[in-house]
């Protein structure tokens, strides 16, 4: 029986890392045996945190190859174990545990750890993709790859694919915002190594792949497609890992380009190879959204939902296809099948699901005015959301905004400010919602309340305006615009301001008396045009 205890080696490369790198490092530090840094030019205080924890700091130049980089650092590492992290990640402390077994009895090669990635902030949506994350330190396993470099392929090519093991263990991924501040220039940096590696290994499916997502980022659509058909020819299938990602990317480029019956039949092979991959079923879904056939795009949102998310998903999963998502897209299609009740189960299902995903209230709203009266259907939404944060008050009183329900938003309003008494964005709705009641000296009471810093503050000054002059306070229009530079882009958002109170009233009209004689969709189409021209 082996009782030597395993050591653990973790190994990075990293380039002006310092928001992310304290974070990482110490998610990491209590078990972890050695902590190796290949820095590729660090000009901020990188290396310095990096050294606070102890670690190992190599110096090289950046050469446009994410392999040769990383295969620094694995020739530095002297655990018997290679955990690999980058720097805008963290590992998950309750898996802690976890691992320390798999280095002391795990029997696989490699081991393949749960990348939940969070993609966007405001609606916690996520997606969570398996990643070889720790293998055997052995001289063989190397990067291969100048561009997303896999350590997979050197492991399987030196044993074979049944030597790694999927796992549960997880590890976040925060560097999303950061991600889309940096993602145009990484992706110039991208598709010139993408290119590259295409002309040196035509052949090569995977590097086809890279070519064409990074044309996808670029929304080059039509040169990606044409990547991702190389890709798929020079696969070796199922065998390898990121073909379930090229389904997916492939059709999302199809989906833009309008290309469905395409798109459908491209999804017929990635689900006949994939069959337990939500994403793939979604995306089907959506296409026959998109064609107007409603029921089998029903039916397949209802698969999504019965596959589910898998605690140990093989595919980068986004949960919320399988989740929320798949609920608010059902319930989008039993409202065109006119299956109200349907549609209001699952747009409340969908919240219930994921509390800042919130679109799918403000659809539910009118549902539940056309199924009950007006007091109701508040009534109803007061009880799903059961407010007590100043985020929801907002939310409640924002949805009544958007369908003409005034007093009940201003109630909203006003509890939110009671919890938030400085809220400068309550204020501001608080000052559109009295306006939108023909309540104008309530609105200038409201938007006078505005600082100058507030970024509202100057639509506010043309809302003021338009209260003095409803008023006929014609002093104080004047006085106000005295302090305002009357240049033509003033005169153009002043115009706006008064075609869209013309624009509300007419939506307003037709939500109340949609048969109405006197006011017409096209009317409020024309108002719209001429807005567009201001």
Same mark, same amino acid.
């Given at each position: 029986m082996n009782t030597k205890k395993a050591k653990i080696s973790l190994c990075m490369i990293v380039k002006d890392e310092e928001r992310y790198l304290p974070a990482c490092l110490e998610s990491v530090r209590t078990f972890v045996h050695e902590i190796i840094i290949v820095d590729t030019g660090s000009k901020d205080r990188t290396v310095k945190i990096a050294k606070k924890y102890g670690a190992k700091v190599f110096h090289i130049?950046?050469?446009?190859?994410?392999?040769?980089?990383?295969?620094?650092?694995?020739?530095?590492?002297?655990?018997?174990?290679?955990? #690999?992290?980058?720097?805008?990640?963290?590992?998950?402390?309750?898996?802690?545990?976890?691992?320390?077994?798999?280095?002391?009895?795990?029997?696989?090669?490699?081991?393949?750890f749960q990348v939940i990635n969070y993609n966007f902030e405001s609606t916690g949506d996520v997606c969570v993709f398996p990643s070889l994350r720790l293998w055997r330190n052995k001289p063989e396993y190397r990067f291969t790859g100048a561009l997303h470099e896999q350590i997979s392929l050197s492991i399987i090519e030196h044993t074979t694919a049944d030597s790694l093991s999927s796992t549960p263990i997880r590890i976040h991924h925060y560097g999303y915002a950061e991600a889309v501040m940096k993602e145009k220039r990484k992706t110039e940096r991208n598709i010139k190594i993408a290119e590259s590696e295409v002309k040196k290994h035509p052949g090569n499916g995977f590097y086809h792949y890279n070519l064409g997502t990074e044309y996808l980022r670029l929304n080059r659509y039509q040169e990606a497609t044409q990547q991702f058909q190389l890709a798929w020819e020079h696969s070796r299938g199922v065998q390898e890992v990121w073909v379930a990602s090229l389904f997916k990317n492939y059709t999302n480029a199809l989906l833009v380009m309008r290309k469905f019956p395409e798109a459908? #039949?491209?999804?017929?092979?990635?689900?006949?190879?994939?069959?337990?991959?939500?994403?793939?079923?979604?995306?089907?879904?959506?296409?026959?959204?998109?064609?107007?056939?409603?029921?089998?795009?029903?039916?397949?949102?209802?698969?999504?939902?019965?596959?589910?998310?898998?605690?140990? +998903?093989?595919? +980068?999963?986004?949960?919320?296809?399988?989740?929320?998502?798949?609920?608010?897209?059902?319930?989008?299609?039993?409202?065109?099948?006119?299956?109200?009740?349907?549609?209001?189960?699952?747009?409340?299902?969908?919240?219930?699901?994921?509390?800042?995903?919130?679109?799918?209230? %403000?659809?539910?709203?009118?549902?539940?005015?056309?199924?009950?009266?007006?007091?109701?259907?508040?009534?109803?939404? %007061?009880?799903?959301?059961?407010?007590?944060?100043?985020?929801?008050?907002?939310?409640?009183?924002?949805?009544?905004?958007?369908?003409?329900?005034?007093?009940?938003?201003? %109630?909203?309003?006003?509890?939110?400010?009671?919890?938030?008494?400085?809220?400068?964005?309550?204020?501001?709705?608080?000052?559109?919602?009295?306006?939108?009641?023909?309540?104008?000296?309530?609105?200038?009471?409201?938007?006078?309340?505005?600082?100058?810093?507030?970024?509202?503050?100057?639509?506010?000054?043309l809302f003021l305006y338009y209260c003095y002059t409803a008023m006929d306070q014609q002093e104080a229009a004047f006085h106000l615009l005295s302090g305002i530079e009357k240049n033509e882009s003033f005169l153009r958002a002043l115009a706006k301001v008064y075609l869209e109170e013309a624009a509300l009233l007419l939506q307003e009209g037709l939500f109340y008396h949609p048969d109405s004689s006197i006011i017409s969709p096209k009317q409020l189409h024309q108002i719209r045009e001429v807005m567009s021209l201001a």
């Amino acid at each position: 029986m082996n009782t030597k205890k395993a050591k653990i080696s973790l190994c990075m490369i990293v380039k002006d890392e310092e928001r992310y790198l304290p974070a990482c490092l110490e998610s990491v530090r209590t078990f972890v045996h050695e902590i190796i840094i290949v820095d590729t030019g660090s000009k901020d205080r990188t290396v310095k945190i990096a050294k606070k924890y102890g670690a190992k700091v190599f110096h090289i130049p950046w050469e446009d190859d994410f392999s040769k980089a990383r295969n620094v650092s694995l020739e530095k590492a002297t655990g018997d174990w290679i955990l #690999h992290l980058d720097a805008d990640e963290q590992f998950e402390q309750e898996d802690k545990a976890k691992i320390l077994s798999l280095v002391q009895s795990g029997t696989a090669e490699g081991y393949l750890f749960q990348v939940i990635n969070y993609n966007f902030e405001s609606t916690g949506d996520v997606c969570v993709f398996p990643s070889l994350r720790l293998w055997r330190n052995k001289p063989e396993y190397r990067f291969t790859g100048a561009l997303h470099e896999q350590i997979s392929l050197s492991i399987i090519e030196h044993t074979t694919a049944d030597s790694l093991s999927s796992t549960p263990i997880r590890i976040h991924h925060y560097g999303y915002a950061e991600a889309v501040m940096k993602e145009k220039r990484k992706t110039e940096r991208n598709i010139k190594i993408a290119e590259s590696e295409v002309k040196k290994h035509p052949g090569n499916g995977f590097y086809h792949y890279n070519l064409g997502t990074e044309y996808l980022r670029l929304n080059r659509y039509q040169e990606a497609t044409q990547q991702f058909q190389l890709a798929w020819e020079h696969s070796r299938g199922v065998q390898e890992v990121w073909v379930a990602s090229l389904f997916k990317n492939y059709t999302n480029a199809l989906l833009v380009m309008r290309k469905f019956p395409e798109a459908i #039949h491209l999804l017929n092979k990635g689900i006949q190879l994939f069959p337990d991959f939500a994403d793939l079923t979604y995306l089907k879904a959506v296409c026959y959204f998109e064609l107007g056939q409603y029921h089998q795009a029903a039916n397949l949102f209802q698969q999504c939902l019965m596959l589910g998310a898998s605690p140990t +998903p093989q595919y +980068p999963s986004n949960k919320a296809l399988s989740n929320e998502k798949a609920h608010y897209a059902l319930a989008l299609s039993y409202g065109k099948m006119n299956r109200i009740d349907e549609a209001v189960h699952h747009f409340q299902q969908a919240y219930l699901c994921n509390r800042n995903f919130t679109e799918s209230l %403000h659809q539910l709203f009118p549902l539940l005015c056309k199924k009950d009266s007006v007091e109701q259907a508040k009534a109803k939404l %007061h009880e799903l959301v059961q407010p007590t944060r100043i985020e929801e008050y907002i939310l409640l009183a924002k949805i009544f905004m958007t369908w003409y329900q005034y007093p009940a938003a201003k %109630h909203y309003f006003l509890e939110a400010e009671r919890v938030e008494p400085n809220n400068q964005q309550i204020f501001y709705f608080a000052g559109i919602c009295s306006l939108r009641e023909g309540n104008y000296a309530q609105a200038v009471y409201w938007f006078k309340r505005l600082d100058k810093a507030s970024p509202n503050y100057d639509v506010a000054q043309l809302f003021l305006y338009y209260c003095y002059t409803a008023m006929d306070q014609q002093e104080a229009a004047f006085h106000l615009l005295s302090g305002i530079e009357k240049n033509e882009s003033f005169l153009r958002a002043l115009a706006k301001v008064y075609l869209e109170e013309a624009a509300l009233l007419l939506q307003e009209g037709l939500f109340y008396h949609p048969d109405s004689s006197i006011i017409s969709p096209k009317q409020l189409h024309q108002i719209r045009e001429v807005m567009s021209l201001a």
